[in-house]
């Protein structure tokens, strides 16, 4: 394998609670190759998160300075709060061979999908509706009222699905992140990346 070799970019979506986090955690267990790219944001920290390494949690005001000085990929606003990734960390990654995981929602996913056409799109879809609402009550991490909005946002999200290049289902969290995993295998295996090895052989 060419060391030089570019890492992909692997943007994951889904509703929030479809499972993105526990799925993306499996998967990272399984290669070696990959890293994730933690996401600024000025939704206050859950119970247990850990700064710099669930979000770098940031003010209104530092979030905006950061997006109007080009220091995000993409951003967007997610029920009430902003969110975004750090332009720096992924392309310097990229450029050591490092595959970049995003874990971010629709527009932001748009954004990606139209600035670097190349980058590997995956949805995560809950096994139903009625799983997806257990699981959110269940992470118990939210507001009733968040949980409902996030159930309405969720609706507004599946209906994007086909935008992706790939639909996962997290029934089994394990099986998710084996399909995962044949789909980054899969990418890699690209001739458009490839040809370079191609050139090497004709030329040895
Ligand atoms: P997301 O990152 O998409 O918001 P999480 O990974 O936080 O979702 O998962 C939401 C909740 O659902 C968590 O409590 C998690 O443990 C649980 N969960 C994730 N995947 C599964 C699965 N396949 N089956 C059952 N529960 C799951
Ligand atoms: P949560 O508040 O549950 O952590 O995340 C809410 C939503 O924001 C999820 O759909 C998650 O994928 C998305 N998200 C997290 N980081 C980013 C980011 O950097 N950019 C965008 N566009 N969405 C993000």
Redesign the pocket.
């Given at each position: 394998m060419n060391n030089m070799e570019k890492g992909k970019l692997l943007v994951i979506s889904?509703p929030?609670?479809?499972?993105?986090?526990?799925?993306i955690s499996r998967l990272m267990a399984l290669r070696d190759d990959l890293c994730f790219s933690v996401s600024v944001t000025t939704r206050p920290p859950r119970p247990g998160e850990v700064e710099g390494k669930d979000y770098f949690f940031v003010t209104t005001q530092h979030f905006q300075e950061l997006a109007s000085g080009g220091y995000l990929l993409e951003h967007a606003e997610y029920v009430g709060n902003s969110y975004g990734t750090p332009r720096g960390y992924v392309e310097q990654r990229r450029l050591e061979g490092k595959s970049v995981i995003l874990?971010i929602e629709v527009q932001g996913a748009g954004q990606i999908q139209r600035n670097c056409p190349d980058a590997v799109s995956v949805f995560?879809l809950p096994p139903s509706g009625e799983e997806l609402e257990r699981?959110l009550r269940?992470?118990n991490t939210d507001s009733d009222e968040k949980i409902r909005e996030r159930l309405l946002q969720a609706k507004r999200e599946c209906a994007e699905a086909g935008r992706y290049g790939y639909i996962v289902v997290?029934?089994?969290?394990d099986e998710?992140a084996r399909e995962l995993d044949a789909i980054m295998t899969a990418e890699k295996c690209r001739a458009a990346d490839r040809l370079n090895l191609v050139t090497e052989v004709l030329i040895s």
């Open positions: 889904g929030s609670g479809a499972g993105k986090s526990t799925v874990d995560i699981r269940h992470r997290n029934d089994d969290p998710a």
